[in-house]
């Protein structure tokens, strides 16, 4: 090992440690601190993020990358370091040029916008929010125009979370989601509705945790490297292979929200928590490519969590911690389930008008990056959608365009992941079944695991080595496409609605 990949190794690991605290802190501010603690915490998380920030714009860190990527020196590195090397080269020359004081000016706004969108969202008042997300907005462009001059922000902003991608195929892919779902939706709407009245009842939070975990174990979630936890929006956090966290939100009156966020919530840290331990303490164990991500996430939660036979092996086991699922059919649940309906909320949406909130949002953030639309005027534009694409108009602001966190966070073209992940796994379910046989027989036997390992296999011990494009290339054999999960839409709603 040379001197300088030594010396390059040593200084990862102090940004580590930094990183490593910024997120504890993270963790703790959604999950677990009170009111009057919160300022403080955001002084401390904004201390350490540009602390970490420093050290990745320093000129030392710099002159480092520049020897390492030497031809000579490159070549003499192993796979994953060569991958860090190459995207910290990028990321220094970008973010180099970006002044301190904007970032903690960004790190700051950020967890202040966090908790201003949580009153907001209670309150259903936008205007609490608003504020904020306008100054996100200013801030998201100004940090763009600093990382890379002269690109269109959006593209840049979609490439920050999905690596390779553009708008211009995020349009193609979406607007075959749009045609196929439409003609399917329609078609579902003149059926009559299932009846809903047997599910309403009372559903203890905390026999509702106790079956989360008892589904994460069944899924093959490693209870000894991760942990669950309680939070407003659900979400995942990685702090290594071997610690990967996981939240979720309850609610007394519905379990099958939460079942399906934590089953969402434990496919992403399979993900994580199965990369193999070669690419530990390298960026590709970091997994920055979020459309793989959630494919993934949404793998378990609908290829397999909506499927019937799921649940065929454990429906008695979902009765015995919530009672009231014993005087609820299989067949019962499977169409509730399955039930398709245009709704407000993104995350309780069925799997088919899922893909028209995603496209609304995506809708949304070009309107804001590329046509100027203001902060101010965003819930109107936002009811205006929803009826263009859902049919219904939300009637507060908790409905409608405070139902999310991620523009709290600054994370804009964040959301079109969520539907490139389900295109993606269309196309890995084609790949599955030629490989393993049918995924129905394989569930209703019980061995939803066989599944989960031939993903940590095919995806999840590759970590972010390649890109989405990259790896449905390398397990489909084929470009990206929207046909299969459309295929796949179409054969089981033909099906469940008799159509």
């Not at 007394?252 to 919530?265: K, L, Q, R, T």
């Not at 993104?346 to 804001?368: N, S």
């Not at 959608?385 to 859902?390: A, P, Q, S």
């Not at 139902?403 to 079109?416: E, I, K, L, N, V």
Request: proline share 3%; glycine share 6%.
């Amino acid at each position: 090992m040379s001197d300088t990949l030594k010396q390059f190794k040593e200084y990862l690991e102090i940004m580590s440690y930094y990183e490593h605290a910024g997120n504890q802190l993270y963790w703790d501010m959604q999950t677990q601190t009170p009111e009057k603690g919160y300022e403080n915490k955001v002084d401390t998380l904004t201390y350490f993020s540009t602390q970490q920030f420093k050290m990745a714009t320093a000129p030392e860190y710099g002159e480092m990358l520049e020897k390492l990527s030497a031809p000579e020196e490159f070549a003499k590195l192993d796979e994953g370091m060569k991958i860090t090397v190459k995207r910290r080269k990028r990321d220094f020359d970008k973010f180099v040029r970006v002044p301190e004081k904007l970032h903690e000016e960004m790190v700051r706004e950020q967890a202040l916008a966090q908790r201003a969108w949580e009153k907001a969202k209670r309150a259903s008042d936008y205007s609490v929010f608003c504020p904020h997300l306008k100054k996100l907005i200013e801030l998201t462009k100004q940090q763009v125009q600093y990382t890379d001059p002269g690109k269109e922000i959006y593209d840049v902003l979609l490439n920050e979370y999905e690596e390779g991608m553009n708008s211009e195929t995020v349009d193609r892919l979406f607007e075959e989601m749009k045609e196929g779902l439409r003609s399917l939706l329609q078609k579902i709407m003149e059926k009559q509705e299932p009846d809903r009245k047997v599910f309403e009842g009372e559903y203890p939070v905390h026999k509702q945790k106790e079956l989360g975990a008892f589904l994460l174990d069944y899924i093959g979630f490693d209870a000894e490297a991760g942990v669950m936890g309680e939070s407003e929006h659900p979400f995942t956090m990685g702090f290594g292979a071997k610690d990967v966290r996981v939240t979720n939100h309850y609610h007394v009156d519905n379990a099958i929200d939460p079942i399906f966020s934590i089953i969402h919530e434990g496919g992403h840290a399979i993900f994580e928590q199965n990369v193999d331990e070669k690419y530990e303490k390298t960026d590709v164990a970091q997994i920055n490519l979020l459309g793989l991500h959630e494919s993934q996430s949404r793998f378990f939660e609908n290829i397999l969590g909506r499927n019937i036979n799921f649940w065929k092996p454990i429906y008695d086991k979902v009765g015995e911690y919530l009672p009231k699922f014993r005087e609820i059919s299989l067949e019962q649940f499977e169409r509730e389930i399955n039930h398709v309906v245009p709704s407000f909320i993104r995350t309780e949406a069925d799997e088919l008008t899922y893909g028209f909130h995603v496209i609304l949002r995506y809708e949304i953030e070009k309107a804001i990056f590329r046509e100027g639309v203001e902060a101010e005027k965003l819930p109107e534009l936002w009811n205006q959608k929803m009826e263009e694409l859902l049919g219904v108009v939300p009637e507060n602001d908790a409905q409608g365009i405070l139902q999310d966190t991620h523009w709290a966070g600054g994370s804009f073209g964040y959301f079109p992941t969520y539907l490139l992940g389900t295109i993606y796994d269309g196309m890995f379910l084609e790949a599955l079944e030629k490989e393993l046989g049918s995924v129905d027989e394989i569930l209703a036997a019980g061995r939803v695991k066989e599944i989960t390992k031939w993903l940590n296999e095919k995806i999840h011990k590759n970590g972010s080595m390649y890109t989405s494009a990259e790896v449905v290339k390398r397990i489909c054999g084929s470009e990206i496409s929207a046909e299969p999960i459309l295929c796949h839409f179409k054969k089981k709603y033909i099906k469940l609605y008799d159509l």
